[in-house]
């Protein structure tokens, strides 16, 4: 059985003080996560605050982004070595913003996703289609590239430290969500896919979150997809009570 994970990507929001009062306000409330894996991910400049502010509660802590390369001349990135530093778990790795407004390509997210494991962090890899890609029937081509040049060299006994996050660009930050439906196909491909890739053993124990416009509202009927392994949420995830009902949605998956 796969425990379902939730993660809040807060994304480039809140000032500090704001994140640690969020933070302080889930971690109050884990009594009831009701068996759930939860993390959140605010930006790195916040991460400090929110680690204080998650003490003592089994809330993870996630970072949205890493740049491969150990150390060194590399003005304005942030090291995996930084991150454990920081006390954080998880880390995103291709999310649609990196690869569509900042121009991440499959290869480099292939190398994140490397130093992500080696450093022993768990590793979000965010994959999904844009709209035209969609109309175009090419949402399964699109899924599975970046999967296969993502995982690109990782090996099965890393499965582990893995998540997927499956994400219809189209979907993200517009209020927009995929059917029920829509997501359970295109969640049963992924899987499906990573058996490929790894092998079906190891592809059943996989993670595969949902992404894209959750909110308590429509949690319930996401999660309760065979192949929907929990939810990344953005808007949702910057308030604790409807931060809260996505995760109650998912407690309902066990
Ligand atoms: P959203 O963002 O929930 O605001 O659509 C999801 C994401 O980008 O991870």
């Known amino acids: 059985m796969r425990k379902a994970f939730v993660a809040g990507n807060w994304k480039m929001n809140l000032t500090k003080n704001e994140a640690g009062v969020l933070a302080r306000g889930l971690a109050a409330k884990a009594g009831v996560f009701g068996g759930v894996e939860v993390g959140v991910i ?8 929110v680690r204080a502010g998650l003490e003592g509660s089994p809330i993870n802590l996630g970072a949205q982004d890493v740049y491969f390369e150990k150390n060194g001349a590399f003005t304005g990135e942030i090291s995996t070595a930084m991150l454990l530093d920081m006390g954080v778990k998880c880390v995103l790795v291709g999310h649609s913003e990196r690869r569509h407004v900042l121009g991440e390509t499959d290869a480099l997210c292939n190398k994140k996703v490397h130093a992500v494991i080696n450093a022993g962090l768990t590793c979000i890899l965010c994959v999904g289609e844009k709209i035209e890609e969609r109309q175009a029937n090419q949402t399964f081509n699109v899924c599975k590239t970046q999967l296969v040049e993502g995982l690109k060299g990782v090996d099965k006994s890393r499965a582990g430290q893995l998540v997927i996050a499956y994400e219809p660009v189209w979907a993200i930050g517009a209020g927009l969500t995929a059917t029920k439906e829509q997501a359970q196909e295109v969640h049963k491909y992924v899987r499906g896919e990573l058996a490929k890739i790894f092998d079906q053993a190891t592809a059943d124990g996989l993670r595969i979150q949902y992404g894209g416009s959750v909110k308590a509202s429509n949690a319930g009927e996401l999660m309760s997809q065979p192949d929907v392994d929990g939810a990344l949420v953005g808007g949702a995830s910057l308030k ?4 809260l009902g996505i995760i109650t949605a998912a407690a309902s998956k066990r």
């Open 42 to 49: 605010p930006a790195f400049v916040h991460l400090d605050a």
């Open 240 to 243: 604790v009570e409807e931060f």
